[in-house]
């Protein structure tokens, strides 16, 4: 019909196509439809209202498009203080595969793999020395530490097993019990456990149950072994049976020596020769057996195998290019590996590039047992040591902030460092006995530049800010790393976030950690995340203005000795 028609034609018409008909066949049309003497102005109205809506729609649009456009690429902002670990995002971002030459060296293929080859060239001596790992990364750094050592003063190639990350350390055991145990903690015929759901949409098999519990990767992934290559071999040696060092080596049973251990402290080893009225006893220490290096080294079978080499204080040296040796392989177990520092570093930077550093273990055993003590003396450290605060300050400041935070009577946070010593708050609390350490006194360094207030910081403290001037360096951020999963609900832990209000955990920078998220081993498809949060906690601690750690925790000790004095560019502190 006409009306039909005009109203198809009036909405899908351009406005110039409109101008070339003439009014006397677009008028009556009108006054058909809208009745007698419908005025100009309301076509005008309706063109006018398509318009605008054209526009607006127009508008939207690309408003809307420009916002896609500029946050496609945008860092996510940082999620506030919290203790929830970081949930995975809906849809997961791909995983990216860290691939490793030789993991897994086990096919019954008798080609020499890649590394092997590599390293045994025609002049090599063919003389070997092998150990067994064990327990938590430290221990196994440790270990490592003492094998390079030992196989560089033997000239021997160092048989290199990968390092174990896990929730599940294997502990140590006899040397016959724990070879056997490694031996059977390789994932090979598990190839089947790798594409498991973990979302319990599936059922897993019990051969599967503990697959993404652990994984392996090698040490040159982690730290930078590139000089000590130059001076020694290191051959990866993932499987140290008798059929693959047979089929690889042609090192037979005959060919090997073996150092089987009892127990965890058995053998310790000496670069000098005791003198007749030393006993050998007197000389181990906590070791029930010492051998002498130069006894090693006139050994002449193929292999020397030992058991556990753990221990900071098992290698005994006397000689200072001995000592020195050691002390530059310590160095070189300073953690390098580049996702992590970039992440570390970004950290540093959203804490304002100085703050200062507590590492603080509580999660298990004897730590957690005496996890009170342990947190006091630390905090005592920070404030007293570190800080400078007088003895006298800090317990005004240990009754006021601490113990009776929630009084309103310790509330005015002027008061404490007006009390004198006569008052109730001197006499009520008995400064922790800080024990003197030598090792450290041994090897000063520089004095470290003036710490200055943090203005840039990218996030907010947790706290409210100290106003009293006195109390001024209490603002300070500090990074606290620990093992507890729930940092911030910490009832041992709020020493601390109740004296520091700019107190911060790794969990409070999802930014900066997300990529480790997509991270996953190439052999066995294992997320990494898990065992790289505590190493990443560990390099921004080190990377404090100051940093100070739990009473005989070796991997306290690793981030105060190695890590953070390798990172300012000290000299490093040799414990054993």
């Avoid at 140290?240 to 020596?257: K, M, S």
């Avoid at 910490?490 to 480790?516: K, V």
């Avoid at 997509?518 to 790289?532: M, N, S, T, Y």
Wanted: aromatic letters at 10%; a neutral charge.
């Amino acid at each position: 019909s006409p009306s039909v028609s005009l109203e198809k034609g009036a909405y899908r018409l351009r406005a110039p196509r409109m101008r070339t008909l003439s009014k006397s066949r677009i008028q009556p049309l009108h006054l058909s439809l809208r009745g007698p003497d419908t005025p100009r102005a309301a076509y005008q109205k309706q063109m006018a209202v398509l318009v605008i809506f054209l526009i607006s729609a127009t508008v939207s649009c690309f408003g809307a498009a420009y916002y896609l456009f500029t946050t496609r690429w945008a860092n996510a902002t940082l999620s506030p203080p919290g203790d929830a670990p970081d949930e995975p995002p809906h849809v997961p971002p791909p995983t990216q595969v860290v691939h490793f030459d030789d993991l897994y060296m086990d096919s019954d293929s008798a080609v020499l793999p890649s590394s092997l080859s590599s390293v045994l060239s025609a002049d090599s001596p063919g003389r070997y020395l092998a150990y067994l790992p064990h327990s938590g990364f430290h221990n196994q750094r440790i270990a490592f530490e003492n094998a390079l050592v030992l196989s560089r003063l033997l000239n021997r190639t160092l048989l290199v097993p990968p390092v174990r990350l896990g929730i599940k350390p294997v502990y140590y055991l006899p040397f016959d019990q724990l070879r056997d145990v490694l031996e059977n903690s390789t994932k090979v015929g598990l190839e089947h456990c790798k594409g498991l759901r973990l979302d319990g949409s599936q059922d897993i098999p019990p051969e599967c149950m503990d697959y993404h519990d652990f994984t392996y990767v090698p040490w040159d992934w982690l730290v930078n072994l590139t000089d000590i290559k130059q001076e020694q071999r290191l051959l990866p040696c993932w499987n140290t049976t008798d059929a693959r060092l047979e089929q690889w080596l042609g090192v037979y049973g005959n060919d090997t020596v073996f150092f089987k251990d009892t127990t965890r402290n058995h053998f310790s080893f000496l670069d000098f020769t005791p003198s007749s009225n030393l006993g050998v006893t007197a000389l181990s220490r906590k070791y029930l057996e010492s051998i002498q290096i130069s006894a090693l080294a006139r050994r002449q079978e193929k292999l020397l195998f030992f058991g556990t080499l753990m221990g900071s204080s098992r290698l005994h040296l006397r000689d200072a290019g001995n000592y020195q040796l050691r002390a530059r392989i310590r160095e070189k177990m300073a953690l390098t590996n580049p996702l992590l520092t970039a992440l570390a570093e970004d950290v540093r930077a959203a804490l304002g590039g100085q703050y200062l550093g507590a590492h603080v273990r509580l999660g298990d055993g004897l730590f957690r047992e005496n996890g009170a003590e342990n947190v006091r003396l630390t905090w005592w450290k920070l404030v007293h040591e570190v800080l400078g605060f007088s003895v006298q300050d800090t317990l005004a400041l240990e009754r006021t902030l601490v113990l009776d935070a929630g009084s309103s009577a310790d509330d005015d946070l002027d008061s404490p460092l007006a009390m004198g010593p006569g008052s109730l708050v001197s006499m009520t609390l008995v400064p922790p006995r800080i024990p003197l350490d030598i090792p450290v006194l041994r090897v000063p360094h520089p004095p470290l530049p003036p710490l200055r207030p943090a203005t840039n910081l990218s996030l907010a403290c947790p706290g409210t800010r100290h106003l009293a001037p006195a109390l001024a360096a209490l603002n300070t951020p500090l990074f606290i790393a620990s093992d507890v999963a729930a940092p911030h609900a910490d009832a041992l832990l709020a020493r601390f976030t109740r004296t520091f209000p700019c107190t911060f955990f790794l969990s409070d920078f999802g930014a900066q950690t997300a990529p480790l998220v997509a991270l996953a081993g190439g052999a066995d498809g294992v997320a990494l995340r898990p065992f790289l949060v505590p190493l990443l906690d560990a390099m921004i601690a080190g990377r404090a203005w100051a940093v100070v750690g739990t009473e005989q925790s070796t991997y306290s000790a690793f981030v105060a000795d190695v890590l953070w004095r390798t990172y300012h560019g000290f000299e490093i502190v040799q414990r054993g």
